[in-house]
């Protein structure tokens, strides 16, 4: 089945720690994007990829960094300079080709810092 | 700048009963596109609707239905025959017309609690 996978779904991280979140589609979709949802809040885009090896900052892409090296992949690393990296993230595709807007999602990945 | 608003941050609803959640937005444009995601307690979000601004007439899937009423930029989802799996958070969305595909504006989200 065609799809989104992410993993993994729950990560525990100490202060001052990079970890990277994992983001793999079989959609043969152009366009990937990274979303973090915190409770009580809508999505906010962190970064997004159109094609590989290019990508855009989103609205909240300080602490965050990405990488397109494969049209199937788009990691996230979370980086020890975010100042508040406990959340819930969200990977996306799109077919890029028209802008219909409608993204597939990943089941989310929960990232806790201790 | 684009906004999108929900203001009910959640609703209930009886089984087989009717529910409307409101999302109201806000854009100089004329061209756009707004959705209705889902998010069930399995975290994976889903499209359930879709409206075209320049289309007058309201999108319909199945039991969920919208209002667009573009003067008063609100949209809002109708699900009609409520069933226990339509539990979710509800996410309103706007994305300008030949603008980033990604780049969706959401709303806070509406939490539908649906009861036997």
């Known amino acids: 089945d065609g799809g989104i996978t992410q993993s993994p779904k729950y990560l525990f991280r100490k202060e001052g720690q990079n970890v990277t979140l994992s983001c793999e589609q079989n959609?043969?979709?152009?366009?990937m994007y990274w979303y973090r949802q915190d409770p009580g809040q809508g999505l906010r885009l962190i970064y997004y990829s159109q094609i590989v090896n290019d990508f855009q900052k989103g609205d909240i892409a300080e602490g965050y960094s990405v990488s397109r090296e494969k049209k199937e992949s788009f990691p996230l690393t979370v980086t020890s300079a975010q100042k508040n990296p406990t959340a819930f993230y969200l990977c996306a595709s799109s077919t890029g080709t028209a802008n219909t807007g409608e993204l597939f999602f990943g089941e989310g990945s929960r990232l806790t810092v201790l | 700048a684009q906004t999108v608003t929900q203001s009910q941050p959640e609703m209930s609803v009886q089984e087989a009963e009717t529910v409307t959640l409101s999302c109201t937005y806000d854009t100089s444009e004329s061209d756009y596109y707004l959705f209705w995601y889902k998010q069930p307690p399995s975290r994976q979000m889903i499209l359930v609707i879709r409206q075209e601004a320049y289309k007058q007439q309201n999108a319909t899937e199945n039991r969920f239905s919208v209002n667009f009423q573009k003067a008063a930029k609100s949209f809002s989802l109708k699900i009609s025959d409520s069933q226990l799996g339509d539990a979710a958070m509800y996410f309103c969305?706007?994305?300008?017309?030949?603008?980033?595909?990604?780049?969706?504006?959401f709303g806070k989200g509406t939490k539908l609690s649906v009861k036997p």
């Open positions: 969305a706007y994305n300008e017309y030949g603008g980033s595909q990604g780049n969706l504006i």
């Open positions: 959609l043969n979709h152009d366009a």
